[in-house]
């Protein structure tokens, strides 16, 4: 309760010399069993939401964490899980629609689904778009946040399957939530083409675009894509964009970013990923192995500049999320435990690049903003004011 006059409570906490602050909003948690979940409610999250991947059926997700999560959750319909279940005979390898529901990133069956290319390498035929815009809309009307992409993982997707999706999207007054289609460094097929394809995208068709973890998708040229997305706003496009405060990133092995020649594509070299398990750095033939025989296995990709992801951090507008992965015996990525703690501790206290304030209005006020035009309940969170949460 938020009152000018004194109140008196069963308990009282003395907060003198501290900050009350809205519980966090992280747009980008991978992780969301009840382990990561407590993690981030250690780093402040109140709310975690997989809106990146997505999930699909929706209905189905909800109901396996309905009464059991200890913060609050939601996800966007993904573009992903809709893609497998169009372009996959999940028949054929014993599952059905309803094992997506456990989400992608951990699921049982993640192999069996990642031996069917399809749905990330082939281009979808009108009846198998038609087939998506259809399982989307399901998903929307069973109650998801917005749409997910990770066009990055999904080679096969047609610009104009994208575009068709965020018509699907405008109609529906949702945004999506985009891992641009490139993270590589060239001029051609590079970040700056990657994110000119979704600016495009939102100023055709009038839906709103959140572009994911600017910082690691955006590479050397991220100060450049910062400029075009204040230019897209100021020109009335309904864009916004995140990162994570660290100089790493991370993915699954089998990835279609891994797809080809992707140490000169991504500027990497092998000894870049880590196992985040063992701390291990691959060569080129363990690298191939895993990716061959274990495509599920979760990597720490290294090489993100400090200076970028500093100046995403303090940009205006730009969020932080935390595309927090799952923990495998306590291991992981560490954005999923620490992202928040960190832009406090480090970027705000230590580096004096941006204030406290404007810190936490990153991870609470703007994504709840984010969100309101789609989720009314968000109007009532990330502020602290007479009615809200």
Do not use: C
């Amino acid at each position: 309760e938020l009152s000018r006059e004194p109140l008196s409570g069963t308990q009282e906490v003395d907060a003198a010399g501290l900050v009350v602050a809205p519980g966090f909003i992280d747009l980008h948690a991978h992780g969301q069993r009840v382990f990561e979940a407590w993690l981030q409610a250690q780093d402040g999250v109140t709310t975690q939401l997989e809106m990146e991947v997505g999930v699909y059926p929706v209905a189905d997700w909800y109901a396996l964490r309905a009464g059991s999560a200890p913060i609050n959750y939601g996800a966007t319909v993904g573009h992903i899980p809709v893609r497998i279940a169009t372009m996959v005979q999940l028949e054929s390898i014993g599952l059905s629609e309803n094992d997506l529901a456990v989400g992608l990133l951990n699921n049982p069956h993640f192999d069996a689904i990642a031996a069917q290319p399809s749905w990330a390498q082939d281009p979808a035929s009108e009846d198998q778009v038609a087939a998506m815009q259809r399982r989307l809309q399901q998903g929307l009307d069973e109650g998801a946040l917005g749409m997910g992409f990770g066009i990055n993982y999904t080679a096969g997707a047609t610009r104009e399957e994208i575009y068709r999706m965020f018509l699907l999207a405008r109609a529906n007054g949702v945004t999506a939530f985009v891992h641009s289609r490139f993270m590589a460094e060239g001029e051609l097929g590079g970040s700056v083409d990657a994110v000119q394809e979704l600016l495009s995208n939102a100023a055709v068709t009038g839906a709103g675009l959140h572009i994911v973890h600017i910082g690691s998708s955006g590479g050397s040229r991220v100060p450049l894509i910062l400029e075009m997305i204040d230019s897209a706003r100021q020109q009335g496009v309904d864009v916004t964009t995140e990162v994570y405060p660290y100089t790493a990133w991370s993915t699954f092995i089998g990835a279609a970013i891994f797809d080809g020649d992707f140490t000169r594509r991504l500027g990497l070299d092998y000894g870049d990923i880590e196992l985040p398990e063992s701390g291990e750095r691959l060569d080129q033939a363990r690298f191939e192995r895993l990716r061959a025989t274990a495509p599920q296995t979760i990597i720490v990709g290294h090489g993100i500049q400090d200076s970028n992801v500093t100046a995403a951090v303090a940009h205006p507008g730009v969020m932080i999320a935390s595309d927090g992965m799952f923990y495998d015996e306590g291991r992981a990525h560490p954005r999923g435990a620490g992202t928040f703690s960190r832009v406090l501790g480090y970027y705000v206290r230590q580096q004096n690049a941006l204030g406290l304030m404007e810190a936490l209005g990153k991870m609470s006020y703007l994504p709840a903003k984010r969100l309101e035009r789609a989720v009314p309940q968000m109007k009532r969170k990330g502020r602290i004011e007479i009615g809200a949460d």
